[in-house]
């Protein structure tokens, strides 16, 4: 069965730090990996995604992901954190390119001035 | 290019009535998805669906929950007989046909409320 863990609820960092958001799945077969960024009441914004090709993909606003199969892996990172970064962030994975992702239960992120 | 839009936003039910979600597709896509976000939770899938077919209905409950996606007009989510259980809420997706997971959108959601 396919599945999405993000082990940490909550990750505070101060600004300008970098971060860090985990998130380890489990799928058969190649996966599609999803970072996706909610702020409150508002829909999902896209981040970054991995379908093949380099293990490191760039992302929007600066963040960026390591696909590493071995861990089964996928954890987004940002070099310097904003304020303004401070939101729920989702990883998702699916085994085929269809839309129906597994999302993982989400990690909010706060970012302190 | 319109994003994918969903409304009612925000809709309150009581307890009995029926709950009538609508999804209009990003321009060009074809392919729907409805996920449900309870609260404190990540979304899950329910749903997915093109023109006139549903592809894949593994995440619907059994009871009292259907969708369709007509020929012309949105996509359709809607419960019948509304328990505060189904208080959450239901976001829409749509991509293009055989881009699902590349060029996935999704839109703002509608967020049920049942007193």
């Known amino acids: 069965a396919q599945s999405v863990a993000q082990p940490e609820d909550q990750v505070n960092v101060a600004e300008g730090n970098p971060l860090t958001v985990k998130c380890t799945y489990s799928?058969?077969?190649?996966?599609?990996l999803f970072w996706y960024v909610q702020y409150p009441n508002r829909g999902l914004q896209f981040l970054l995604k991995?379908?093949?090709?380099?293990?490191l993909v760039k992302g929007s606003y600066g963040f960026e992901a390591e696909f590493n199969k071995s861990q089964t892996s996928f954890h987004l990172k940002k070099p310097s954190a904003l304020v303004s970064d401070s939101a729920l962030y989702f990883c998702?994975?699916?085994?085929?390119?269809?839309?129906?992702?597994?999302f993982g239960q989400g990690t909010t992120l706060q970012v302190k001035p | 290019n319109a994003g994918v839009m969903q409304n009612p936003r925000h809709l309150v039910r009581r307890r009995g009535q029926e709950a009538r979600l609508r999804c209009s597709p990003m321009k060009g896509h074809s392919h729907v998805y409805w996920y449900r976000q309870l609260p404190e939770e990540g979304l899950k899938f329910m749903v997915y669906?093109?023109?006139?077919?549903?592809?894949?209905e593994s995440g619907m409950p059994k009871e009292r929950f259907s969708a369709e996606f007509p020929k012309e007009g949105p996509s359709i989510l809607r419960i019948q007989q509304v328990v505060r259980g189904d208080s959450a809420a239901y976001f829409c997706a749509s991509s293009p046909p055989g881009q699902g997971s590349e060029k996935l959108f999704f839109g703002s959601g509608t967020q049920l409320s049942v007193l």
């Open positions: 669906l093109q023109k006139e077919n549903i592809i894949d």
């Open positions: 998702a994975v699916s085994s085929s390119n269809t839309g129906k992702l597994i």
């Open positions: 799928v058969s077969g190649n996966p599609y």
């Open positions: 991995y379908i093949t090709g380099d293990n």
